[in-house]
T-cell receptor, first 117, second 112 residues
């Protein structure tokens, strides 16, 4: 049982380049999300999805694009990288709406550290 | 909308001393509350959660937290800390189960 898998773990980009951070989960969770972590700011929500074909913006969506074609995958795309996007990115998934003990608790991936020069 | 404030950005403490990490939240609806821990260069690990029921919640590694609805607080406590508790701790709130709002984090530094 792999949980939430993020790739790559590390990436260095030049300003203006594009790339995709991959996120996959094998728990059949309907809800997936992307966060970025910056010193002193905690984790901030970039985009989230409540199911295949449905995405919405979080707190800091500018410069990022997402899609959800399957329940398992939720890639995050940087269209034209900027130094301000240097951060650690976390993907998460969760099962919501049920009272069982495992629901409503996010499972996080190990993180992807991105540096934009 | 929900928001979370962690009242201390850094908390230095000596080994075997008690510690309290403070967290206040604002929300107009019922919430779920969480504490996560992040050890250096690692991902996030769930310490404990409040979804419903008893307001005193016990978590891993000897930590506990108390949900106080009237004061909108969810402070984290441990009666005796170890060097290995040195980490960053995040308080988080959710009103919909999936959309977590995090506090800014508290760096706990345990000194010998």
């Amino acid at each position: 049982n792999a949980g939430v898998t993020q790739t790559p773990k590390f990436q260095v980009l030049k300003t203006g380049q594009s790339m995709t951070l991959q996120c996959a989960q094998d728990m059949n969770h309907e809800y997936m999300s992307w966060y970025r972590q910056d010193p002193g700011m905690g984790l901030r929500l970039i985009h989230y999805s409540v199911g295949a074909g449905i995405t919405d913006q979080g707190e800091v969506p500018n410069g990022y694009n997402v899609s959800r074609s399957t329940t398992e995958d939720f890639p995050l795309r940087l269209l034209s990288a900027a130094p301000s996007q240097t951060s650690v990115y976390f993907c998460a998934s969760v099962r919501t709406g049920t009272p069982d003990p495992g629901a409503n608790v996010l499972t996080f991936g190990a993180g992807s550290r991105l540096t934009v020069l | 909308a929900q928001s979370v404030t962690q009242l201390d950005s850094q908390v230095p403490v000596f080994e075997e001393a008690p510690v309290e990490l403070r967290c206040n939240y604002s929300s107009s609806v019922s919430v779920y509350l969480f504490w996560y821990v992040q050890y250096p260069n690692q991902g996030l690990q769930l310490l404990l959660k409040y979804l419903s029921g008893s307001t005193l919640v016990k978590g891993i590694n000897g930590f506990e937290a108390e949900f106080n609805k009237s004061q909108t607080s969810f402070h984290l406590r441990k009666p005796s800390v170890h060097i290995s508790d040195t980490a960053e701790y995040f308080c988080a709130v959710s009103a919909q189960g999936g959309k977590l709002i995090f506090g800014q984090g508290t760096e706990l530094s345990v000194k010998p």
